[in-house]
């Protein structure tokens, strides 16, 4: 029996991954912001949260932490496309917040419960493998000119970095850290969408694998995770570690700001 936590759980490849472990008897946590979604997930643990926020993040490392002694699996699936910038009422730009800084968080919120579990995993579902994505180092927040592919962009570069400072900053863990790219998946494309990225949306919708297929690759790295505190996968294929994407003094430099900015 397993317990994990799954973040956009409540809809896409979050909510196949709850129903998967769910018909295995495991226990599943959901988070999520939607509680009529989360009806669609029936013997689901919700905690219901805007992830977006970094007081909610907090708030949902208390209760992990208080109710659920051991965690097996943090599964990190939420996210939400704005073609249009959008802040956070506590400042921050959306797509970092949620992507970003409420991974980071977790990441590092939930490592007590984590390696009380015989074989502990993160699984960052995110982007590694894209070259376009990279850091605004001077423009974390994209005020000057945004764009909401950079923004996911810049979430999945900094999502890379994360997997590298985790695994540094918790060498002594018995956790392994994971990230994936699960490839075209026809999944929820939560959003809000012009309409020139609405259509490539849809072209993704159709053309995409099925969110049945589209999870197999994760839950391959939940049932037994790798042996290296960090890996890297393009859906089934190991992606070298030896990138400027997973450079080590970046991570730390990222690391440092990240946390700047939660304090």
């Known amino acids: 029996m397993k317990t994990l936590v799954i973040t956009g759980g409540t809809d896409g490849m979050g909510r196949a991954l709850a129903h998967t472990y769910l018909e295995r008897g495991d226990t599943v946590v959901i988070i999520g912001r939607d509680a009529e979604k989360a009806k669609t997930v ?3 643990f919700l905690i219901q949260a805007d992830l977006s926020l970094l007081s909610e993040n907090r708030r949902v490392i208390e209760e992990i932490n208080a109710t659920f002694p051991v965690v097996d699996a943090l599964v990190l ?9 959008w802040e956070t009422t506590e400042g921050f730009e959306g797509t970092f917040a949620l992507e970003y800084l409420s991974r980071h968080l977790l990441s590092h919120g939930l490592v007590e419960p984590l390696d009380k579990a015989d074989h502990p995993v993160i699984v960052n579902v995110s982007g590694p493998g894209v070259p376009m994505g990279h850091i605004h180092w001077d423009d974390l927040m994209l005020e000057r000119g945004y764009d909401g592919v950079a923004a996911q962009m810049q979430a999945g570069r900094a999502n890379d970095l994360l997997g590298v400072a985790f695994a540094t900053r918790h060498a002594a863990s018995r956790t392994k850290y994971v990230l994936i790219n699960p490839g075209p998946v026809s999944t929820g494309f939560s959003g809000e969408y012009d309409a020139a990225t609405a259509a490539h949306v849809e072209s993704l919708k159709r053309h995409g694998k099925s969110v049945k297929e589209g999870i197999k690759p994760i839950v391959a790295r939940i049932d037994a995770p790798p042996a290296e505190p960090l890996s890297a996968f393009m859906q089934d294929r190991p992606i070298s570690l030896n990138h400027p994407a997973f450079e ?3 991570a730390a430099r990222l690391h440092e700001l990240t946390l700047k900015v939660v304090r």
């Open 42 to 44: 029936p013997g689901a």
């Open 77 to 85: 699936c939420a996210r939400h496309f704005r073609s249009t910038r």
């Open 248 to 250: 080590q003094k970046a």
